[in-house]
């Protein structure tokens, strides 16, 4: 190379003479600046840059209408050339839907479901329910809510008389484990005594029953409720200090719970640790196995795949070479199970979600059912015998509620699938009782609450070994010779653990007759609900939505959430933006017009100017719902003697009533609670002597001064409207005269006009805001308000219209002092009523009410 | 409507007043067993509307039910009493009754109030009765249906109406 050559330059065509070496600092200059430039347009080419994707392709690359027609591009420019198009507003040539032979092929149908997955989770009972069911979403997840067939009153019967099958494994489950005395201490901050029993009371702690508690925030009772959370503790090991418990939370505080938790007993997730080189060994312990984990060290980065053992040995051999003091990351690219542990790993947490299967039946059948579709596993070993026996004999009774209630028991059975009758089938009960119910009751095996469900180990191996259908459908054809004769590999299934808990239903027979709402939750691991839900209908249970915990819970005179927790924040505010929007699609002479009905909140119940209205001082701190037993018995004792309520009075508390209504009449939630005042005493006798069922008093229509003014602005508007568009018209003619071609109208631009127009609308037409002014709830009306309702409903157990709602105790102190004192002593007093007043109507109509005693225990 | 109805007197229902409830418990009656089911076993309660229990026994024997048994317990069994009667006088003598008296032992749950105490039972005796009312019309005789072909003048005649009327 030492001589100069002559070369060919086609770009520059001609000859060109070339250096024959190059200085290195100029080499090095200009690599600088092209490695300076790339950089630049690596990091800001996608801001920078004005181009669109195709016009970035060198010229060879470019094809003709490759805007139009993105299979033109290259493909890995595709994805990005479509989103720029979507974004510009002109389409490219939408593809046309692939064939549904195409889309149902096995492999596309299961990509299909794992993209719409993505955004909610889905049940494993998913499709089934998707068939058959309105699917809303709710907390993360896509949720039946209710059949699509007319089925409220089929279900109402079904949870009274027959069996209701819902799907509730949204709910999350949270196993805790640590020693007894550090969970009560937690727990000891997040719950109070005053609301019923600790989580580690004697009779939970044995795992015989399932408890409930009521969560708050750390040391704030009896203010920011989170939620009630049902609890079931492993039984006792014999030897082991160390206890599990499952929390089943609710999925719309879960998380708030789940950080509350942390914060209290100091925990630390695992997906991130930095531990010191030496204690790897012991470290990887409580890991679980199986799982993918990507070990990342100071000093590089393991490679994925290798095996675990692998990374011991390197980590082995590079503590013998390199200084013991030093830390590496332990890096978890993905956690099936979230585990959060303490500093000195005495508490740990897990985060099962999608493990489980929890499927409620309500109703007196639900014992056939259960003991139709559930068969022990023939292969038990002998110390399960006793569990089987029991299980099956309490099956055999009429009610669940005759059992302990909230009772678990544990039971391994046979494959639920090899339990289907060939047709829907109703389970018949049983005939005989092998024993009685006080014999249940008082004899129960220690064994009864063991499963093995609680063991990781097993779940997994339960969830690797489950016969698929198709195999399953597979081997009968192969085996079965006569159709629908059992076969011999069938004996060979694996035998399935469930945990069986009762639910007592009603427990105040002065209230609602007893049992009501009884039944079973059954736990099944992943994997097995679709088998399990589809032999549960088999035998006759009626499928349920979300409608339906409601329906029972109001049925049952209680509420699935108080307005206090998380939850029940949440779903008042989903359900008055729903109202509130509803109301506005109505045309105005179909709205109900609440300021002539004298009704300041229409659409959700302002508890908290409640409260501040009935405060004998003018603070405004927020509002609780009273769970305090003690508390409650007190009042409802002194409602009951028609006696003065116990001092002190919690002012910022809001008491749980049970309202019905005593004849006509309906009522809607967020219905007012009323005083009567004495004229309504006395017309009471009137009506009831003359058999008048007239509603005991009209609210007088109040005067809407804002009806004037809307009129004048609605047309004032349509004026305005009118006028702009006469000027574009105006302009567009001024315009076709000079010009040749046809020239088309301006486009409006008035939708911000329109939009404030509404607003402006919207105001005029609701009250006033009563947060604005004092005493504008509980004067708002002829009657002083003390109260709302939260939840009503025809109830068919009582066959009346029946109610849940929350009064302050200022308001009840004021009823008792107002009620007329009857003269005559023999007569029997009286229970104290109240007025209900519809949001939607003027009419006041008397209801008894009494004070729910059991708002933290109920069990929705 | 209230006249017709029996005054009803009986033992009030024992309720958990504080007497027999000291502070440590709450007593949770549970549901108790039903020794029989079925369509003509009807259990009474002092919820249920008098005139409904009534009405549901008097079509249980007009749908053709031979015997219903009436199971009542505690202070409903003034009231099984009271139906059976009505029911007797209203079915002018074609009814009649036996009587058996059982005990039913119950089993009461007590919850604990603090957490510290473990849940036990409390057991409970209650009288029951069971009143099997029974049809001894003898007119009541099974007659075999009568034959499928009737006369043609009939025939003709329900034609000509269009609609054929039951045989009474």
Redesign the interface.
């Known amino acids: 190379m030492a001589s100069q050559k002559l070369e060919y330059d086609a770009t520059l065509g001609g000859k060109v003479t070339l250096p024959t070496h190059v200085t290195t600092y100029h080499y090095a200059a200009g690599a600088l600046q092209e490695i300076r430039s790339l950089i630049e347009e690596a990091t800001h080419s996608s801001q920078r840059t004005s181009k669109l994707i195709f016009q970035t392709l060198p010229k060879h690359m470019r094809r003709r209408a490759m805007s139009h027609h993105p299979k033109r591009l290259p493909r890995k420019y595709r994805q990005a050339h479509k989103s720029q198009m979507g974004k510009s507003g002109n389409h490219p040539v939408n593809t046309k839907r692939p064939s549904r032979k195409y889309r149902r092929r096995p492999k596309n149908l299961l990509n299909e479901y794992v993209r719409r997955q993505r955004k909610h989770i889905w049940l494993e009972t998913h499709i089934w329910h998707a068939k058959r069911f309105h699917m809303v979403d709710r907390w993360g997840h896509r949720l039946p809510l209710a059949s699509c067939d007319k089925t409220y009153r089929a279900c109402y019967r079904a949870s009274a008389q027959h069996c209701l099958l819902q799907d509730i494994s949204f709910y999350w489950c949270l196993e805790l484990r640590g020693s007894l005395e550090m969970l009560r201490q937690g727990f000891a901050r997040l719950t109070s ?1 005053d609301c ?3 989580i ?4 939970f702690v044995t795992g015989r ?1 399932e408890g409930s508690v009521e969560l708050f925030e750390d040391s704030q009772y009896p203010h920011r409720a989170l939620q009630k959370a049902r609890f079931l503790w492993r039984p006792e090991n014999d030897g082991q200090t160390e206890r599990a418990l499952w929390l089943w939370l609710h999925p719309s505080a879960a998380q708030t719970t789940l950080e509350e938790l942390l914060k209290v007993f100091q925990l630390k997730s695992c997906k991130q640790q930095t531990l010191p080189l030496e204690e790897h060994m012991q470290v990887d312990e409580p890991l679980e196995a199986g799982e993918p984990k990507k070990l990342n060290t100071e000093q590089e980065s393991l490679d994925k795949k290798t095996s675990k053992e692998g990374q011991d040995q390197k980590l082995a051999k590079k503590q013998n070479t390199e200084k013991p003091l030093r830390f590496w990351t332990l890096t978890k690219a993905f956690e099936r199970y979230p585990a959060y542990v303490n500093s000195d790993n005495t508490v740990n947490l897990l985060v099962l979600r999608k493990e489980f299967n929890r499927f409620r039946l309500t109703g007196p059948r639900a014992q056939s059912i259960l003991a139709a579709s559930l068969r022990p596993h023939q292969a038990n070993p002998p110390e399960l015998q006793h569990q089987s026996e029991y299980v099956q004999a309490a099956l055999q ?3 669940p ?2 059992l ?2 909230n009772m678990v028991m544990g039971v391994q059975v046979a494959d639920p699938r090899l339990q289907r009758p060939k047709k829907r089938t109703k389970a018949e ?1 049983a005939e005989t009782q092998a024993r ?3 014999d249940l ?2 004899n129960q095996p220690k064994t009864l609450p063991d499963s093995p469900l609680w063991l990781l180990q097993e779940r997994q191996r339960l969830s690797k070994n489950i016969l698929s259908t198709e195999r399953y459908d597979k081997l009968r054809q192969q085996h079965a010779i006569v159709p629908g004769a059992s076969c011999a590999f069938e004996a060979k299934m694996q035998a399935v653990p469930l945990l069986l808990i009762q639910r ?1 239903g009603s ?1 105040d ?2 209230y609602k ?3 009501y709402g ?1 039944g079973w939750d059954v736990i099944a691991p992943a994997g097995y609900g679709m088998l399990l839900w589809l032999t549960l209908t088999m035998w006759g249970a009626r499928p349920g939505g979300l409608r339906e915990l409601d329906s029972v819970a109001r049925e049952a005179g209680s509420e699935m959430h108080l307005p206090d927790t998380v939850a029940g924040v949440q779903e008042a505010n989903a359900v008055a933006d729903e109202r509130r929007a509803r109301y506005f699609r109505l045309p105005p002479n179909k709205r109900t017009n609440y300021r002539k009905l004298a009704v300041v909140s229409p659409f959700s119940a302002p508890w908290k100017q409640l409260v501040r209205d009935w405060h004998d001082a003018s603070s405004t701190g927020p509002f609780y719902v009273l769970r305090h ?1 003690q508390q409650l018995e007190a009042i409802a004792d002194s409602l009951r003697r028609c006696s003065p309520l116990p001092k002190p009075l919690p002012q910022a508390a809001l008491i749980q009533i049970q309202l019905r209504l005593l004849a006509r009449g309906h009522v809607k939630t967020n219905a007012l609670i009323c005083l009567p005042s004495t004229t309504d005493y006395r017309n009471r006798w009137r009506q009831i002597k003359r058999n008048d069922q007239a509603p005991i008093h009209v609210e007088p229509p109040q005067p809407d001064l804002n009806e004037s003014v809307r009129k004048e602005l609605r047309r004032g508007h349509k004026l305005m409207l009118k006028r702009l568009r006469g000027r574009r018209l105006r302009e567009k003619r001024r315009l076709q005269e000079t010009a040749t071609k046809r020239v088309h109208i301006r486009p409006a631009n008035t939708a911000g006009l329109v939009r404030s127009h509404l607003l402006e609308m919207c105001r005029l037409w609701l009250p006033n805001d009563s947060s604005e002014t004092r005493d504008s709830v509980r004067r708002q009306c002829s009657r002083e308000v003390f109260g709302y309702v939260s939840s009503a409903g025809f109830s068919f157990t009582e066959a009346t219209v029946c109610a849940v709602g929350y009064v302050t105790p200022g308001g009840l102190q004021k009823l008792l002092q107002d009620v007329p004192q009857s003269t005559n002593r023999n007569q029997t007093r009286q229970p104290l009523m109240c007025l209900l007043r519809d949001p939607d109507s003027r009419d006041y109509r008397w209801a008894s009410f009494q004070v729910n005693l059991d708002v933290s225990t109920q069990c929705a | 409507m209230e006249s017709n109805a029996p005054k009803e007197h009986g033992a009030k229902p024992r ?1 958990n007043n504080r007497r027999n409830n000291n502070n440590r418990h709450r007593v ?4 108790p ?2 020794p029989a ?1 079925g369509r003509q076993h009807i259990y009474i ?1 002092r ?1 249920t509307d008098f005139k409904a229990q009534l009405r549901r026994c008097q079509e249980l024997f007009s749908s053709g039910a031979k015997e219903i048994f009436l199971h009542c317990m505690g202070f409903s069994v003034t009231r099984g009493v009271n139906l059976a009667l009505r029911l007797i006088e209203n079915s002018e003598g074609t009814l009649s009754y036996a009587i058996n008296t059982s005990t039913i ?1 119950l ?1 009461d ?1 007590l ?9 036990t ?1 409390r057991h409970r005796k209650n009288s029951a009765l069971h009143i099997k009312i029974f049809n001894r019309s003898l007119f009541e005789i099974a007659v075999p249906p009568l034959p499928a072909a009737p006369t043609p003048q009939l025939q003709a005649q329900s034609q000509f109406r269009g609609k054929a009327k039951p045989r009474q």
Do not use: I, M, W, Y
């Not at chain 1, 580690?200 to 009779?203: G, L, P, R, S, W």
């Not at chain 2, 949770?28 to 549901?31: G, S, Y």
């Open positions: 005594p019923g029993l600790g580690t009371a004697k009779t029953r009774l009429n009610s509620s005759e302990l209630s009960p009685s119910p006080e009751l008082v007592p427990q027979a002065s007759r007893l049992g009884c037993r | 309720s949770v009656r549970k549901q067993p039903r089911s309660t919820k032992s089993l749950e919850h604990p109030l603090c957490d510290e105490e473990d849940l039972f």
